[in-house]
């Protein structure tokens, strides 16, 4: 956040108003900062988006996977969001034209960010809706800035530029699975197919190891999915796409 002492007065009494309140339009260049979301997930039942994400309270934890990756997300449009000084909710403060919303699917296409995804729009803004748009990453003024038409307003938090760490689940998801079908699953095919009549070796040994690495690696792949289904319950969403289709069969196979 720029310094307040670092502003001519006029601009220190606009940022303590940004504290107040998650973004604002900006001052004399026409553009407005704000949360891009998309329209299906804001239109859902209490604005609560396939991601899990509130909406109305906490746009900052909608992910760009859930607006790119979900086709009903990418198909309906979207929208930026603005908080009043004294709202305790978001609301929409611009829809984007047909021309917007191609321009914001290769924004999130194309953006390294995760989530908390704040944009700056500059185009023509009439009537609620933001036309003629271009869309680029939000950037604080720097703390030198003395003012002049095109300042803007601090927001009360700075967007995220490279994304969040990857979820605790998400990562687990990954071990499980590359321990169980990278390591023990295939170990143990490999003993069964190799191992069996190999001199001094006890009879029936091959079987013993086998079963053992079979029956953890089983156990561990159950685990990795698991961990996926709470992945996608908590950051994403439920069968979305073919890597999910194509797990939930590997892993009945695994079991069967």
Not at 45 to 66: E, F, M, Q, W, Y
Not at 100 to 124: E, H, P, Q
Not at 185 to 194: C, E, N, S, T, Y
Not at 203 to 213: P, V
Request: negative net charge.
């Amino acid at each position: 956040l720029p310094s307040v002492a670092a502003m001519r007065v006029p601009y220190a009494a606009l940022a303590l108003v940004s504290l107040a309140s998650a973004q604002v339009e900006q001052l004399g260049d026409g553009s407005f900062s704000g949360y891009l979301i998309d329209l299906y997930c804001w239109d859902l039942p209490d604005s609560i988006a396939l991601d899990g994400a509130d909406l109305k309270t906490s746009p900052d934890r909608h992910t760009v996977h859930c607006m790119r990756d979900i086709q009903s997300c990418r198909d309906n449009g979207f929208a930026v969001l603005d908080r009043s000084a004294n709202a305790e909710q978001y609301s929409i403060k611009y829809r984007l034209d047909a021309e917007g919303n191609a321009k914001a699917l290769a924004y999130v296409d194309s953006t390294s960010k995760t989530a908390d995804v704040v944009v700056t729009l500059r185009g023509n803004f009439k009537d609620g809706t933001a036309s003629n748009v271009e869309i680029v990453d939000y950037e604080p003024p720097s703390s030198g800035d003395d003012g002049g038409d095109a300042a803007a307003p601090a927001p009360s938090k700075a967007p995220v530029s490279s994304g969040r760490a990857p979820e605790a689940s998400l990562v687990a998801h990954f071990v499980l699975m590359a321990v169980s079908w990278g390591a023990l699953l295939p170990w143990g095919v490999a003993l069964a197919a190799r191992a069996r009549g190999v001199p001094g070796v006890e009879q029936g040994a091959w079987f013993k190891a086998h079963r053992a690495l079979q029956t953890v690696g089983w156990v561990l792949q159950l685990l990795g999915f698991a961990a996926a289904v709470i992945y996608a319950e908590t950051v994403t969403a439920h069968f979305v796409t073919a890597h999910t289709w194509v797990g939930i069969a590997t892993v009945a196979l695994g079991t069967l």
